[in-house]
């Protein structure tokens, strides 16, 4: 069994700061790739930013230089620094794992359970 557990959500002011976190736990060959997505109310999931390997990165344009995506390979974690936070970066974010599990020969993709980031005044 895998599990992803997010935090770091909150309330934050407009040009303020969050920091969420994506820990995975169980039995985990590897982690390949990391991301993290976002969906507001009637509207599709979007992807904000991923990893993928050690470096490779991918930012959605409209958190482009704002948003910074890391991962700790020793903790199995990633995590989405958001930086000058706008009122419409409010959504929940959930992150995704593309994960080897044990005992299996292919990966899988296994989501934290969401968390809320709301940014107002």
């Known amino acids: 069994q895998v599990q992803l557990v997010e935090s770091g959500g909150g309330l934050a002011q407009p040009g303020g700061s969050l920091r969420l976190s994506c820990a995975a736990s169980?039995?985990?060959?590897?982690?390949?790739?990391v991301a993290w997505y976002r969906q507001v109310p009637g509207k599709e999931r979007e992807l904000v930013a991923a990893m993928a390997g050690r470096s490779r990165t991918n930012y959605a344009d409209s958190v482009r230089g704002r948003f910074t995506i890391s991962r700790d390979n020793a903790k199995n974690s990633a995590y989405l620094q958001m930086d000058n936070l706008r009122s419409e970066d409010t959504a929940v974010y959930y992150c995704?794992?593309?994960?080897?599990?044990?005992?299996?020969?292919?990966?899988?993709?296994?989501w934290g359970q969401g968390t809320q980031v709301t940014v107002s005044s």
């Open positions: 169980g039995s985990i060959f590897s982690v390949d790739a």
């Open positions: 995704k794992f593309t994960i080897a599990p044990i005992p299996s020969t292919g990966v899988y993709d296994y």
